[in-house]
């Protein structure tokens, strides 16, 4: 949370404990716990990214979808099974695997974005500004196309 109120100043704590609190309570599963011990035995560029990588290890998970590969290396990563992979091709894959169910979760969401609303041209837009230009240009050929 402290990472994203300095990389969003326009988004207030309460807002973002808000959406904290949903996430937590209607996903299940999403918490990841008993990755503290193994922080310290982990090696990366920035020590401070070493809890990512216990999370995704304690929770088997396959890959660590991240715009900051740099301090994610393949070989780092390579001994627990574990890829990085930036948002932009983990959407790419998302879409080639079930595109029709990716457009319809993208369309839900452009639809509750109220303030402001946004046009699928403008949710697009907004899909390339935050670093996803590749999507964006695939989700308007396949969930935007008429």
Request: charged letters at 25%; one cysteine or more.
């Amino acid at each position: 949370m402290r990472n994203v109120l300095i990389n969003r100043p326009d988004i207030r704590f309460e807002q973002l404990s808000r959406t904290k609190r949903l996430m937590n309570a209607n996903i299940t599963d999403c918490l990841v716990q008993g990755y503290e011990t193994i922080i310290q035995d982990l090696e990366l560029p920035d020590p401070g990214d070493r809890h990512v990588l216990a999370a995704a290890i304690r929770s088997s998970s396959k890959f660590i979808i991240t715009f900051n590969l740099r301090d994610f290396p393949e070989q780092a990563l390579a001994p627990y099974g574990i890829l990085a992979q930036h948002p932009d091709d983990f959407i790419l894959d998302l879409l080639e695997t079930d595109w029709q169910t990716v457009c319809k979760a993208a369309e839900k969401q452009r639809i509750r974005l109220k303030n402001p609303p946004k046009t699928p041209d403008e949710y697009l837009a907004t899909l390339v500004e935050l670093g996803l230009p590749l999507s964006a240009t695939r989700m308007r050929e396949l969930c935007y196309a008429d």
